[in-house]
């Protein structure tokens, strides 16, 4: 039962665009979401989160967005640089619980 | 300040043996947690430990067991190893209480990859 979907395996954005990565959840539990890149050979990297009395959480070039009654949210990368190329994960929990539950990630690659 | 450390950073077994793997938390850090991730898939949560006491265990089997030592670095245990515990094993560690209870952001480290032959 996967609580927590990114539907995109992989997304190609040209450098200086805006990359949106999207997720979705199915358990109403959740109330706090993050992200988190990855490069090959190396651990998750936070990135940015957002708690669910929020609806966006801005941090630089990133941006968060909250649609809690669709259950979805997404990451909006502006402008887009090569160093973003790396994979994507969506995690997500509730307070009081201590397990983060990840999505399975979109490839994000930037086309210089 | 060093980051999150593990080790190996490769393994290889046999199904049916046992391994333990090692991770070092952030300075500071108090709490670890540990998750699976299989090819093509997200982390899979399989425990946490807080103050050396298990706190919260995901969906895996009692083979999978853990330890975290007065230092705050942990282990994980995996005993009658399965074709399927082929994975990478990420450490992550986090500071209780630093954020809203359970929003403690998690720093993880570079993972163990198990080949289970």
């Known amino acids: 039962d996967q609580q927590v979907k990114q539907n995109s395996p992989s997304l190609s954005v040209q450098e200086g665009r805006i990359s949106i990565l999207n997720c979705d959840y199915t358990?109403?539990?959740?109330?706090?979401f993050l992200w988190y890149k990855k490069y090959p050979a190396e651990g998750p990297t936070f990135l940015i989160s957002?708690?669910?009395?929020?609806d966006k959480n801005e941090d630089g070039r990133f941006t968060v967005f909250l649609n809690k009654s669709a259950k979805h949210l997404s990451l909006h990368i502006v402008p887009s640089q090569p160093g973003d190329s790396a994979v994507y994960f969506c995690a997500a929990l509730w307070i009081g619980n201590e397990k983060l539950t990840f999505g399975t990630g979109t490839r994000l690659t930037i086309i210089p | 300040e060093t980051g999150v450390t593990q080790s190996p950073t490769h393994l290889i077994k046999t199904r049916g043996q046992q391994v333990t793997l090692r991770c070092s938390s952030q300075s500071g850090h108090n709490t670890v947690s540990w998750y699976q991730q299989a090819l093509g898939q997200g982390p899979q949560f399989i425990f946490q430990?807080?103050?050396?006491?298990?706190?919260g265990r995901g969906n895996f089997p009692p083979r999978f067991s853990g330890l975290q030592f007065p230092n705050y670095s942990s282990e994980l245990n995996v005993n009658a190893l399965e074709l399927d515990d082929s994975a990478l094993y990420l450490c992550?560690?986090?500071?209780?209480?630093?954020?809203?209870?359970?929003?403690?952001?998690?720093?993880f480290g570079p993972g163990t990859r198990l080949t289970v032959l």
């Open positions: 430990y807080y103050r050396e006491e298990e706190n």
């Open positions: 358990n109403s539990m959740f109330d706090y």
């Open positions: 957002i708690s669910s009395i929020k």
């Open positions: 992550a560690s986090s500071i209780r209480g630093a954020g809203a209870r359970g929003t403690d952001t998690q720093y």
